[in-house]
């Protein structure tokens, strides 16, 4: 019977897949005693017998598995030291299967690299922060994927360090106690023999289960007030009673997930929500890209074809069907409608019998949805971007190559592939230098062009302002210097932004280079022919790395060099914005491409119109992008029919910019207009020049004299981030057709006064902000006034000049909306701004008493906003750690610092934080400032 078990466990591991090896190719005690008919105490005593005998291989998980070790030490070509492994994890680290897991458990997780990088890494966060992680709420439709990412963070912590090989991972539905209270008591806490009726022994709760672990609380909505109010004590204080006990106190350490299909701040109470500091939102599956969806789409066939040991061949348009169909269910429908194709299409093979593989086609999904799949069809006078093709996956699950994969390869891998195979032509052909890098310069800049105009990247947001800022200072403080200014003199605001746009784009993309000896030597050659441009990027890029930890291969440093030696290239020539709009998926493409070819420079940028994109959507493009760019030496746009004639009337650079619209494009007319421009003609010497040889009708509108847009200021004693928060709350209250807002830099403004750029580029209304930089002539709000209600009267005194009659009442009714101080801190912060002010206003009094003076409620209000980011930033790890003289600061204000730590310590427990030094000096200053 020994050898019997023995050959069983051996052909068993021989048909593990080392690509998709997992724990579940082991065999089961249980599985084994089925199989032969054998008790399960004896099939376990012969395994353990053959591990002993250094034959098989043992994980004491739960079940236990095991595995033949010849056979695996074999397969992956390692030999194995021991027997026995504590976890499966522990077997891939022996067999150096997971030499970098650390980083790469949430590759499992398909979006993880993309729409869900800022989802992951709340989760990393909330699980590893000490002692025992915060606990976090996971928010989303049913079926995006909320339990599965539960357990992947249950992984993550294991493989971290965070929690021990064997800790538990336990789920507790609460949709089944949702209207019984005792119940929930009795399956969180445990419960005691005779607490009630049929209580006839003791029993752990869940809570006791999952200690050293992960507690999943499942459908948490579903727990009533009552149910919530019975995890208080245990979230604050991590003890409990057992139902029926009063008197014994129990503890455990348990880190809390908790998942919801609703609005948190709908079904939770507020005291419930308050105790959880961190919310991931989930997106549906409507919301995520294609190539994710595509992804998900494959892995289930790939998984039905390994379950079921029979190749699947799939129709492409299948793929266009699922990806395109809307799922109530998210993933766990696409997961269905998968599943269901598999099984009516191997039941029709089991009626012929004479097919081994299954071929998936549309007849296989329910009829129902295919009726509405092909009227959507219809309507939208779709022809699928599919030519409809085979797509065969292979009964061990993996896919075979297939050229529709590549329309789903990253656009920056596509640039890195690009580059290399320009790089190998030149290479081979022993061309001049200067011809190849200027060739590669003008693909690198129409990437970054567009990668620019068709991005959903909002720059408002306080990453991209962040990195734009840095970049900013980096290429000012490098402009001064006589070695850079040549390279860097190319950038100015508008590259600049494209500039933060790649950086912030590619440092949130996880591209594998391949072929490492073609990338050195493209490295080597950019280092000899652009080294002034290599060694400036290379800075930069270390410091982005060690300021914001953001991490970005080599050859997005290629692709930087590139794009700065493409800049100062064209810079003189390029002054005269050339759009070409044209309807059709290519065409203007097409004509911008082979002029810019034929030309040798970049001067086209093309704009292409499918016939059923309405026109004020290119219009609105057309805009994005000539915002974007510097228009003051003119813009011409060549258009191919009447139906873009006027689109002049609505473009917002005529107020300062020369705009000619030239209709019925071709080819050559791009080629003449282009070589006119780099002979440095004017707009309308090119215009009416291409009109004596070509004939097409023409308008040209010159600018009409405007002032100065206007402006508001905002800034903050602690730096850009909080400006930027406290613009993006003032743009939700003002008409920003009149009006923009400008976050700024609070140093610059005190130290350089109306010498700073933003007064020559803006008529500046006033400064909104934490602290006042004393401009004189222009008025300072502070934003506690503004909460307060105190400056309402003058902020609208300010903007009723600028903005219609109208509008002032609108915006004084979203003043009130978006500035209370709730909302304010809400949006400044992550943490949850209830609890937030709780422990503020208690660590605002005992200051008020240490130091023996009141404060004002708008300098309580000031207080508030401040002491609020500097907790999240204390949190998040981006402690500000300067301030002028700080050493003298020290030795001065002893007594201040004491009072300061002796008021924030409870705030120091509860966050788990210490205030450094430089932060205790900005509070010092507001104190300062408000008291006087």
């Not at 023999?193 to 200690?211: Q, W």
């Not at 998968?338 to 093979?349: F, G, I, T």
Request: hydrophobic content about 40%; glycine content about 4%; some cysteine.
């Amino acid at each position: 019977m020994k050898t019997q078990i023995l050959q069983l466990v051996e052909q068993s591991t021989k048909e593990v897949n080392p690509h998709t090896f997992d724990i579940e190719d082991g065999v089961e005690t249980k599985q084994l005693s089925q199989l032969l008919v054998l008790e399960r105490t004896a099939a376990s005593r012969y395994l353990n017998t053959l591990v002993k005998e250094g034959k098989l291989v043992k994980i004491n998980s739960r079940p236990v598995y095991f595995f033949h070790r010849q056979t695996l030490e074999k397969m992956f070509n390692l030999p194995l030291e021991t027997n026995e492994f504590r976890s499966f994890f522990d077997l891939e680290v022996a067999l150096g299967l997971v030499e970098d897991l650390k980083v790469n458990v949430f590759e499992e997780l398909i979006g993880w690299d993309r729409s869900l990088i800022q989802q992951v890494e709340q989760c990393k966060a909330a699980i590893s922060y000490p002692p025992k992680g915060l606990p976090f709420l996971l928010a989303g439709e049913s079926g995006v994927g909320k339990s599965y990412l539960a357990k992947l963070v249950h992984h993550y912590a294991i493989i971290q360090g965070i929690l021990k090989s064997d800790a538990p991972f336990v789920t507790l539905n609460c949709a089944e106690f949702a209207n019984n209270p005792e119940l929930v008591t009795a399956n969180l806490f445990g419960y005691t023999k005779g607490a009630f009726t049929g209580a006839e022994r003791d029993k752990k709760g869940v809570i006791e289960k999952a200690n050293g672990g992960i507690l999943f609380l499942d459908e948490a909505h579903r727990l009533t007030p009552e149910g919530q109010e019975k995890l208080f004590l245990f979230m604050d204080q991590g003890i409990y009673h057992r139902l029926g006990d009063n008197e014994e106190w129990r503890a455990a350490s348990v880190r809390l997930i908790f998942a919801t299909t609703e609005l948190p701040g709908k079904a939770f109470l507020t005291t419930f929500t308050r105790r959880i500091p961190i919310i991931v939102e989930l997106p549906s599956l409507k919301d995520r890209t294609d190539y994710e969806k595509y992804q998900m789409i494959t892995s289930f066939y790939q998984s039905e074809s390994k379950e079921i040991k029979r190749e699947i061949v799939l129709h492409s348009n299948v793929l266009d069907f699922l990806m395109d169909t809307s799922r109530a269910g998210n993933i766990g429908a696409l997961k269905n409608a998968v599943r269901y194709s598999c099984a009516k299409a191997y039941s029709e093979a089991l009626e012929t019998d004479k097919k081994l593989r299954l071929e998936i086609s549309l007849k296989h999904f329910p009829a129902d949805d295919m009726h509405k799949y092909m009227i959507d069809k219809a309507e939208n006078e779709d022809h699928s971007q599919f030519i409809d093709h085979l797509i065969p996956i292979n009964t061990n699950g993996q896919l075979y190559p297939d050229p529709y994969t590549s329309k789903y390869k990253s656009d920056l891998e596509k640039v890195y592939e690009q580059l290399l195979n320009k790089y190998s032509e030149f290479a081979s052909r022993q061309e001049h230098h200067q011809l190849y890098i200027d060739r590669v310069s003008l693909y690198v800049n129409d990437y970054i062009d567009k990668l620019v105009f068709y991005s959903d990247l909002q720059e408002t947001r306080i990453e991209f302002s962040v990195i734009h800022q840095f970049v900013k200072q980096f290429i000012s403080l490098k402009s001064d210097n006589n070695f850079s200014a040549g390279v860097l003199s190319s950038l100015s605001g508008n590259t600049i932004i494209a500039f933060t746009h790649f950086i912030f784009y590619s440092s949130n993309q996880r591209v594998t280079i391949k072929e490492e000896n073609r990338v050195l030597e493209f490295i080597q050659f950019l280092d000899r022919t652009c080294q002034k441009e290599w060694l400036i990027i290379n800075e930069l890029m270390d410091g982005l790395t060690q300021t914001f930890n953001l991490h970005f291969s080599v050859m997005d440093k290629c692709i930087l060099v590139l794009f700065i030696n493409g800049l100062k290239n064209q810079q003189v020539k390029e002054s005269i914005q050339c759009l070409v709009v044209a309807h059709g998926f290519s065409t203007a493409s097409s004509i911008s491409n082979v002029a810019n070819r034929l030309l040798g420079k970049h001067i086209f940028k093309s704009f292409d119109m499918p016939l059923q994109v309405d026109t004020l959507e290119i219009i609105r493009r057309l805009n994005d992008y000539l915002d974007a760019v510097d228009t003051s030496r003119g813009v011409i746009i060549f258009v191919d029919m009447g139906s873009l004639v006027d689109v002049q009337k609505k473009l917002n650079c005529l107020n300062n910019s020369t705009v000619a619209v030239v209709n019925n494009i071709t080819t050559q007319i791009a080629i003449d207009a282009g070589e006119k421009l780099l002979k440095g003609l004017s707009v309308n010497q090119i215009v009416e020049e291409i009109t004596l040889t070509h004939k097409p009708q023409y308008r040209i509108f010159h600018p009409r004299l405007e002032k100065r847009p206007k402006a508001i200021i905002t800034t903050c004693v602690t730096g850009i981030g909080t400006a930027v928060k406290i613009k993006e709350l003032l743009e939700k209250s003002v008409d920003g057709k009149h009006i923009q807002v400008v976050a700024y830099d609070f140093l610059c403004l005190k130290n350089n006064q109306e010498k700073e750029s933003v007064f020559q580029d803006f008529d500046v209304i006033c400064i909104v902000g934490t602290a006042n930089p004393e401009i004189e002539n222009v008025s300072f709000l502070p934003l506690e006034d503004i909460i307060s209600g105190h400056e309402e009267e003058e902020l609208m005194y300010l903007l009723k000049p600028h903005v219609e009659e109208a509008s002032i009442q609108k915006i004084n009714n979203n003043l009130i909306k978006h500035f209370s101080l709730q909302s304010v801190l809400n949006h400044l912060t992550i943490l949850n701004p209830n609890q937030l002010m709780e422990h503020l206003s208690d660590a605002l009094e005992l200051l008020q008493n240490l130091i023996g003076r009141r404060f004002s409620n708008a300098t309580r209000i000031s207080m508030y906003v401040h002491l609020s980011c500097l907790i999240e930033r204390l949190v998040t790890q981006r402690p500000i750690n300067s301030y002028p003289n700080l050493e003298t600061f020290n030795q001065q204000q002893e007594e201040f610092i004491q009072v300061v730590r002796q008021a924030f310590e409870s705030i120091e427990k509860t966050y788990s934080i210490t205030i450094p030094l430089a932060e205790i000096g900005y509070i010092y200053d507001m104190v300062k400032i408000k008291v006087q």
